[in-house]
């Protein structure tokens, strides 16, 4: 029987730069995968000639030199910039909001005139916001929010805007310039060729077992290795002993259509209540493709219940706290280090748990 030093639970970016920078150390790893493939929220899978996102869109971006230098000697990126369009009721409108939204709204021009009008209308909001509603019409006032930031968002968490952390809703720019790049990162791009060419570099070399769950044997793979690196959900690992942290989970549905062109930019997000899916990805703009059909994504937001995928942890006040028990028993073990978006329910993009990888592995492996 094969010994490792590390067992990885998972095969994302997370364990897949540990395990980069293990074996550059000279350390064998095993990784376990449930899924019946590994890479984790950023595998893609092919369809008429075209890279399909199949856990959702997914830009790099960053503004750390170190990770972008990273991802640049596993692969090349392109040049394509995101720049979603919402579609309200039929009106489309560019995001983030800038002046090319603004003016849409309401038909201005100068951003003098754009911060009169947002001026005007936050000012409902005293003192520091406490909520998302508050955050969002702060930031942009009412009229944005009630068509482009609160159907979508009520969608896609599930509960008013009231009820959720004000932090989400700073994920994005706002800026009173005519910019609809939808990042402020330095860096930018999608992997020519698709993310699988990633995944498949930085997991070269170790031993892979896909569908296989880690918790229903667990002793067994703890005994084939020195240390476990853990990234499926923290509440799983410790059989929900304080109860079930919250995800929101998605479910995706893909078509091929008979056009090579169906919606003229990769993502477009439905930002009304009513429309079920919060957006249609169309896959081949990001590479842009020119191959005769098209392959479309359309994406619901649904709770998540047993048998789902997690794919975003839910940062309320209950469910941080809830957390903080996990992590403290998680503090106390020594041969498991939990990471990721899932390890450490945390609301992280791809480079942030690039960093976060890399800050463990060294620290691990005194590199
Ligand atoms: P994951 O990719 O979730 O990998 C965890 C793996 O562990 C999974 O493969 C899972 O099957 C496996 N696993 C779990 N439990 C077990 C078990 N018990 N046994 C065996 N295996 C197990 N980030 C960006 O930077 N830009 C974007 O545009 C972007 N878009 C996104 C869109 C969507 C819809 C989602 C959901 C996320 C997006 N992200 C984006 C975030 C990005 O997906 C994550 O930051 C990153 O993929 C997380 O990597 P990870 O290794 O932590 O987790
Ligand atoms: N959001 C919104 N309208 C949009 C796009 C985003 O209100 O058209 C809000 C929504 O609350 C969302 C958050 O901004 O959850 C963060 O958006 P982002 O695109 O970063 O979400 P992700 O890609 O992680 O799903």
């Known amino acids: 029987m094969s010994r490792y030093d590390y067992v990885l639970v998972g095969s994302g970016l997370y364990a897949g730069v540990f395990a980069y920078l293990a074996k550059q150390a000279g350390k064998k790893c095993l ?49 394509y910039t995101n720049s979603p369009v919402a579609n309200y009721k039929g009106q489309m409108y560019n995001l983030p909001f ?12 100068t951003p003098e005139e754009a911060k009169a009008i947002i001026n005007r209308q936050k000012e409902e909001i005293s003192g520091e916001p406490e909520n998302l509603e508050q955050q969002a019409i702060s930031l942009v006032g009412r009229d944005i929010y009630e068509k482009l930031i609160q159907g979508y968002t009520e969608k896609q968490w599930g509960r008013e805007c009231k009820d959720l952390p004000a932090f989400i809703i700073k994920r994005l720019p706002v800026r009173y310039t005519y910019d609809n790049n939808y990042f402020n990162d330095l860096y930018q791009g999608i992997p020519v060729g698709g993310y699988n060419v990633i995944i498949e570099k930085l997991f070269q070399g170790c031993h892979i077992k896909t569908n296989t769950d880690y918790l229903e044997n667990k002793a067994y793979y703890d005994s084939l290795g020195d240390k476990v690196i853990y990234t499926g959900t923290i509440d799983s690992f410790y059989q929900y002993c304080y109860g079930k942290l919250e995800y929101r989970s998605l479910k995706f549905e893909t078509e091929v259509k008979n056009t090579d062109n169906y919606q003229g930019v990769a993502v477009v997000n439905y930002t009304d209540r009513e429309t079920p899916y919060t957006r249609i990805i169309e896959h081949k703009h990001f590479e842009f493709g020119a191959q005769e059909k098209t392959v479309i994504t359309r994406e619901y937001p649904v709770s998540w219940q047993d048998g789902m995928e997690p794919y975003y942890p839910v940062n309320d006040e209950r469910n941080q706290n809830l957390y903080c028990k996990y992590a403290a028993l998680a503090e106390k073990e020594e041969n498991v280090i939990f990471g990721g978006r899932l390890g450490e329910y945390k609301y992280y993009d791809m480079d942030k748990v690039i960093e976060s990888a890399m800050a463990a592995a060294k620290a691990e492996l005194g590199i």
């Not at 449930?34 to 959702?56: D, P, S």
């Not at 800038?98 to 021009?109: C, L, Q, Y």
């Open 31 to 79: 990784v376990v995968e449930k899924r019946n493939h590994i890479g984790g929220n950023i595998y893609c899978r092919e369809e008429e000639g075209i890279h399909v996102h199949e856990y959702g869109a997914h830009i790099f971006h960053t503004s750390n030199r170190e990770v972008w230098k990273f991802v640049c000697s596993l692969a090349e990126f392109n040049r």
């Open 98 to 109: 800038n002046m090319n939204t603004f003016s849409k709204m309401w038909g201005i021009s």
